[in-house]
């Protein structure tokens, strides 16, 4: 008997466990893939006006134009010319002053010399010339009554090939005297003779300024910006933007003051994700010549994974409590997720507890509404699978008042997501993209425009206008 009541008393208290842990779990929906056919995404242009100081330049000038130039051993030593006169001179520059027009730049400066110099009577021509009398007393011009000036400098115009380097033609000007120097007894005017000597020496400095633009390879400069606009850029909890460019061109510079400016074009398929993505590194492609224009019209693909927006959901709906008064019960809901899609209609998951624990699957068709921006999730209804195992098992679960009650919850306002990234994307659109270039931006707005669900995914196709300049303040000779 005492073992009969033993067995007894544990078989009531083992089915009232049982009844205790009864949960209600319909089969999972099969999915299928959407009817939400996805064309591919269009190609977006943007052109950006980039503008280049042209300091750098100007200093690489500085440094290679010497600031005072002599003539051979002064000054100790004369120059012979033509037998019948000599001279020594002295040559300082001020400083440059730089003019940029179209795609010229000149560099000038005033210079102040000096010279000495004596003559004699000589016999003969050419190399067989042989003097007739000593040197006249030395005389000189500057010295004693004011540096003589005279304009000077060089011309160089600009263009960039197709590999990234830069083209430049220099040129020496013609020196022009302002003030001439006569010499000595026959009032010999020797300018032009100085000024050519001059002239050879400064063709030194041209050969050095020459050399370091045509090694000036800025391909490693756009590779890096190539690269970035390959990589994920971080919209600080809004998921990350990844440019994608596909082509590149760039247009003929042209030069104002002491700016240049051109404008660069990338053809691009923009992405946001929730998360990161793969990141796959090209070699920037040749470039090639258009007309300068500015701004830009752009379509992103917003990715966003099921899995990050039912954790937006379930922040939504956790913890309502839906009573369904007419079965004296009531639900609380622990989660919501979406769980797949089938055909053109999105697949819920509902976790639930209170009168009873366990899982509801719903379907809902997910709707763009571009005029008010917002999401909406229409028609929600049970699975067929749900339905079925409800209808057997659990009636009083089969209720209106439940997909009522996510209706409240089954409109997103895409505006919420749309303001806040478009701050994000135009604080990364402002800034240092590297040392001396820096970037400066605004989108005006974004807009949704497509809805793909897809069997992983919810891709939101957005546009947008603006406009965006890059300013280079330093170059890498």
């Known amino acids: 008997m005492k073992l009969l009541f033993v067995y007894f008393i544990s078989l009531v208290a083992t089915l009232f466990l049982l009844s205790c842990s009864h949960q209600i779990i319909p089969e999972k929906p099969v999915t299928a893939e959407s009817a939400f056919r996805q064309d591919t995404l269009p190609t977006s242009e943007i052109d950006i006006p980039i503008k280049v100081n042209l300091k750098p330049l100007y200093q690489l000038a500085e440094k290679n134009v010497q600031q005072v130039y002599t003539s051979p051993g002064y000054p100790l030593d004369y120059v012979i010319n033509n037998c019948d006169t000599k001279y020594m001179y002295r040559f300082k520059r001020g400083p440059l002053v730089m003019h940029a027009e179209a795609n010229v730049i000149q560099l000038g400066f005033t210079g102040f010399y000096k010279i000495a110099g004596a003559q004699r009577f000589c016999a003969g021509s050419g190399a067989n010339r042989v003097p007739l009398s000593p040197w006249s007393p030395p005389c000189t011009c500057g010295?004693?009554?004011?540096?003589?000036?005279?304009?000077?400098?060089f011309r160089t115009s600009l263009n960039l090939k197709s590999d990234y380097r830069v083209q430049a033609k220099i040129e020496t000007l013609e020196p022009q005297a302002v003030d001439k120097c006569s010499v000595c007894i026959w009032n010999s005017d020797i300018t032009q003779t100085v000024m050519?000597?001059?002239k050879e020496q400064l063709n030194e400095s041209r050969a050095l300024i020459q050399d370091s633009l045509d090694r000036l390879n800025l391909r490693p400069q756009f590779q890096?910006?190539?690269d970035r606009l390959n990589d994920n850029q971080n919209l600080n909890g809004l998921g990350y933007l990844k440019v994608n460019p596909q082509k590149i061109r760039l247009s003929s510079f042209t030069a104002h003051l002491d700016t240049l400016q051109l404008s660069a074009g990338i053809s691009a398929q923009p992405m946001i994700s929730l998360e990161k993505t793969p990141v796959t590194k090209t070699i920037i492609p040749d470039i090639s010549d258009f007309n300068r224009r500015s701004g830009f019209s752009i379509f992103i693909d917003a990715i966003m994974n099921y899995d990050?927006?039912?954790?937006?959901?379930?922040?939504?709906?956790?913890?309502r409590r839906i009573d369904l008064e007419q079965a004296h019960?009531?639900?609380?809901?622990?989660?919501?997720?979406?769980?797949?899609?089938t055909g053109e209609r999105l697949i819920f998951k509902l976790d639930f507890s209170g009168s009873e624990k366990g899982i509801l699957y719903l379907t809902g068709k997910p709707v763009l509404d571009k005029e008010n921006?917002?999401?909406?999730?229409?028609?929600?209804?049970?699975?067929?699978?749900?339905r079925s195992l409800l209808v057997k098992t659990a009636k009083w679960l089969f209720s209106k008042k439940i997909t009522n009650e996510l209706r409240k919850y089954s409109s997103f306002d895409l505006k919420a997501y749309e303001l806040p990234l478009l701050d994000r994307i135009n604080h990364s659109l402002n800034?240092?993209?590297?040392?001396?270039?820096?970037?400066?931006?605004n989108v005006e707005a974004i807009h949704a425009i497509a809805l793909y669900p897809t069997l992983e995914r919810l891709i939101v196709r957005c546009s947008a206008k603006g406009n965006l300049e890059i300013l280079v303040n330093s170059l890498n000779f």
């Open 143 to 153: 010295l004693t009554d004011g540096d003589r000036k005279v304009e000077i400098g």
């Open 196 to 198: 050519g000597q001059i």
């Open 224 to 226: 890096k910006l190539w």
């Open 308 to 319: 990050s927006l039912s954790k937006l959901i379930t922040a939504q709906v956790k913890g």
């Open 329 to 341: 019960k009531y639900i609380i809901i622990e989660a919501c997720s979406i769980y797949g899609v």
């Open 373 to 386: 921006s917002k999401l909406d999730i229409r028609e929600i209804d049970y699975d067929l699978k749900t």
């Open 431 to 441: 800034g240092d993209l590297m040392k001396g270039i820096k970037m400066s931006g």
